[in-house]
C-alpha cells in the first residue's frame, strides 16, 4: 500500500546570509512512523525543524505536512500538529496546570477537556505533586516533561521533538517513550531529532540523515545498512560491513557522515 | 609548579580571562555600544570623582587648619554611603558574574577569597571611594603635615572596612536573591524603599512649619550613634589625634580594624560556604507533596474566543505573579497620594498643583497611568521570552494573541482610571462631569492610537525582560524613541484640543474634539491589528532570536 506521506519537502533550503543551512531537502515521511533525524553538530537539523512546524521560513522549497502546504495553510496545519522546539517554548511564570490548560485552549480545545487532559498529563508525567509551583522554578527534565505534555494535549496527528531526550533522567525518558510509542501505535507519526543515537535506534523506523545541510541518506535502518554495505569495496579491511556484520546506527551514521575516531597517537598525555 | 607561583598563574589566567571577555564583547555592534555608553559613563564619573576630590581635599583642609576636625564625618559619611549604596543601586539585584563560576578550577580558599576582595577593589564605587579617602588624606596633610603617617593608616583601614563591608553587603545579597522568590521580595522592598523617597519631601514640608524641639532633639541623637559607627570612628580616630588625644586616637582607631574584623569574619563565613559548593539552585530540594489536583478550569470570556480568553488569562496570571511591574503599575494612585500630602501653600514650584487645581487631578492621573502603562504595552512579549514559539507554533493568529494582551491592557487601564478617580474624589472631591467625560474621551483618543504603536513595536523590537527583577533590564532604543515621538504627538494634539476649549471657555467642546479624533484613532488601532498577522509572520525570525535568547 503506497500512502501518501505525512511531512514531504521538495526542494527545501535556508540560507542566513551567504551561510546555506539547508540546502535541496526531500523529505518524505509516511503517516504512522516513528522517524529519526540525525546529523553532527551544525548539520541543519533545528534549521529543518523549525522550517517543518512554522517557526522559519524557507528560502526556497515546499513542506506538505497532512497534504496541506504549510505556507498556504500554516493555520490548518499547526491544528494538527504538536511540537516541542529546541528551547522549549514554555511560560515561566505560570504552574504546569495552569500552562497545559492554556496550551489546550490555544489548540482548540473547550475550557473543561483542556483541564482534563492537564490534569491527566501532569500525573501521567509524574509533575503533579506540587501544584503550585511554576514552570520557571522547574527542573530541565520537568521542563521537557511539560514541553511534551503541552505538544500532544490536542492529540496531534504528528508530533515534531527537537532534542526531546535532552537533559531527562533514566525514569523520564522511560516515561517518554512508552507515551510516544503509544502515539505510534494509534497511528500518529513522530518527527524526531537526538543526538543520542542508541534512543533512536531503538524507537525510530526510518531515520534520514542530514549533513552540512544536505540529505545524505534516508529509509529504514535495513535499508541504510544495505546503502552502506553497497558502498563498502570488496576486501575492506574495515569492519562490521565486509564481514556481513550487523551494523549499529553509530556505526552507519559514521560512515556516512564520514567521521573519524581520533584516538590513536593523538593526547598521549591522557595516558 | 610551586604554590606561590601556581597562584599567580591563576590569578593572571582570570585577569587576561576577563580581558578576554571584554575584548570579545566588542566583536559585535550591541558590544561596541555598550563600551561608548560605558565611556561617556565613566567621563562622567572621572569629573564627578574628581570634583568629590577637590571638595574633600579643599573641605578637610579647612576643618583641619580651623582646628575643627571634629567635623571630618560630614566628609566620611558621603564616601561611606556612595561606596556601599551606589553598587547595590546600580547593579539593581542583577547577579555578580563569574566568582561563583571560578570554583570549578581548583583554586585554593584564600585565592578565591582574595579574587572576591580584587573585584570589589576593582569597582567603580570602590575607585571613587578611595579617590574620596585620598582627597581628605591631602587636605589633612596639607592642613597638618605631622598628620599625614596616622591618617594615612586610620583612613586605610576605613577603605579596608568599606571594601570588605561592600563585599559581605553581596555575598549575602548573592545568597538572598539566588532563589526566585527571595528575588522578588527584594525587588518589591526595593521598590517600595524607593517610593517613600517621594513621600520624604512631603512629609518635611508638612512638619516644616513652625517649632519643633523635637527635630534638634534628634539631631543631637544621631550625632551620639554615628560616632560609634564606622565614618564616626575613623573621623574621630583623625579628629582626636589632631587635638593631641592620641590615646583616643588610638582607641577609635583599635575599635574600626575591630569592626573591620568582625565584618571580614562575616564575609569569611559566607565565602566558605560558596566555596564548599552550598547549592543555592531554583530547584532546592523540598518534601514532595502527594496533591492530585482538582480540574482548575480556564476563564471564559463570552464576548471573546476561548484563545482571546486563554491569553487574556495568561497575561493576568504573569502580572499578578509579577511584584515589580506590579508596583509600577499603581504608579498613577501613589503620585496622587504625593501630591495631596504636600501642602497647598508649599513655595516650590509645582510641587503641589494638583491641590491648586484640583480639576486636571484627574487628565493628569489618567494621562501618568497611560504612560506608565506604555511600558507594559511597547514590549508585549518582551515578558513572554522562548514562550513566544508557543504563539507560533500553535493555531492561532496573531490578531487573536494581541487582542487578547491588548484586553490586558484595557483592563489595567480603565482599573487605574476608575482608582484614580475614586482617590481624586476622595482627596478633592468629585471631578466636574466635564472634567471626567472630556477625559474619558481622551483617553478613547490616546489609547487605540499607544495600543496600535505598541503592538508594531512589541513585533518590530522586542527585548526579552524577565517581569519579576527590577533592575538594569536593556530596553529597546527604537522602542524609547519611537515611543517618545508617539507622545509628543497625543500630548501636543491633546494641548491643543484643551487650548481650542480653553478659547470657547468649554471643556464639552474638548471632549467633543477627543471623540472626533478617536473615531481617527480607533480605525488606525483595527488597521494595525488587521495587518498584524503578516507583520509578525515576516518579523518572526528577529522576535525568536531576541526573545528566545540565554
Known sequence: MDLAPTISTQGLSRRFGELVAVDGVNLQVAPGQFFGFLGPNGAGKSTTIKMLTGLLAPSSGRIEILGLDLIAHPVEVKRQIGVVPEGMALFGRLTGAEFLSFAGRMYGLDRTTAAKRAAELLEFMQLADQPKKLVTDYSHGMQKKL???????????????????????????????????????RGATIFLTSHVLEIVERLCS?????????????????????????????????????????????????RIVGGTRRTEQELSWLE | MNLTLHRRAQFTAIAELRWRMFVNGLRTKRGKLELFSRIIVTAAFSIGGLGAFVAATGFSWYLVSQGKAEYLPLLLWPVFFFWQVFPVMATAFTNNPDSGDLLRFPLNYSSYFLIRLAYGLCDPASALGCLGLFG???????????????????????????????????????????????????????????????????????TGKGQHPELGQAAQIVTQVQAVLPPGIAANAIAQTAHAQFLSGIISLFFLAVLTTAIGLLL??????????????????????????????GWNLSWFSPPVAAVFEKEVRYLARSGPMLLTLIMPIFMLLVFRLSPVSSMRPGSNFLSRTPELAFPTATAYAMLVLTNLLYNSFGGDAAGVQFFFASPVTFRQIMLGKN?????????????????????W?????????????????????????????????PKKRDFSTFGRQNVSQTTVLASLGIQIVIVGAGAAVFLIARLYNNLWIAALLFLVLAAISIPVYMFVLRQIDSIAIERRETMLAELCRA
Request: proline share 4%; no cysteine; hydrophobic share 55%.
Open chain 2, 407 to 427: 484586553l490586558t491592557h484595557t483592563s489595567i487601564l480603565l482599573a487605574n482610571t476608575l482608582l484614580a478617580w475614586l482617590a481624586i474624589a476622595y482627596f
Open chain 2, 136 to 206: 581628605v588624606l591631602l587636605g589633612t596633610s596639607f592642613a597638618r603635615p605631622a598628620l599625614f603617617p596616622w591618617a594615612l593608616l586610620v583612613l586605610l583601614t576605613f577603605a579596608l572596612f568599606n571594601l570588605v563591608l561592600q563585599q559581605t553587603i553581596f555575598a549575602w545579597l548573592e545568597r538572598w536573591l539566588a532563589q526566585r522568590r527571595t528575588r522578588e521580595i527584594m525587588g518589591v522592598l526595593f521598590i517600595l524603599f524607593m517610593l517613600s523617597f517621594q513621600l520624604i519631601g512631603p512629609m518635611i514640608e508638612r
Open chain 1, 147 to 185: 514541553a511534551l505534555a503541552a505538544a500532544v494535549i490536542h492529540g496531534p496527528k504528528v508530533l515534531f521533538l527537537d532534542e526531546p531526550f535532552e537533559g531527562v533522567d533514566a525514569i523520564a525518558a522511560g516515561t517518554l517513550k512508552s507515551m510516544l510509542q503509544g502515539m505510534i501505535a
Open chain 2, 429 to 461: 472631591g468629585p471631578p466636574a462631569l466635564a472634567v471626567s467625560i472630556a477625559t474619558l474621551a481622551a483617553l478613547l483618543f490616546a489609547a487605540p492610537l499607544n495600543f496600535a504603536a505598541g503592538n508594531l513595536l512589541s513585533i518590530y523590537s
Open chain 1, 206 to 254: 526510518h531515520v534520514a540523515i542530514i549533513h552540512q545541510g544536505r540529505l545524505v541518506a534516508q529509509g529504514s535502518l535495513e535499508e541504510l545498512r544495505a546503502g552502506v554495505a553497497a558502498d563498502t569495496p570488496t576486501g575492506s579491511d574495515d569492519g562490521a560491513a565486509a564481514s556481513g556484520e550487523k551494523l549499529t546506527l553509530e556505526q552507519l551514521f559514521l
Open chain 2, 268 to 297: 569569611n563565613l559566607r565565602l566558605r560556604a560558596q566555596f564548599r559548593g552550598e547549592n543555592l539552585s531554583e530547584a532546592a530540594a523540598r518534601p514532595a507533596v502527594a496533591h492530585l489536583q482538582g480540574l482548575q478550569l
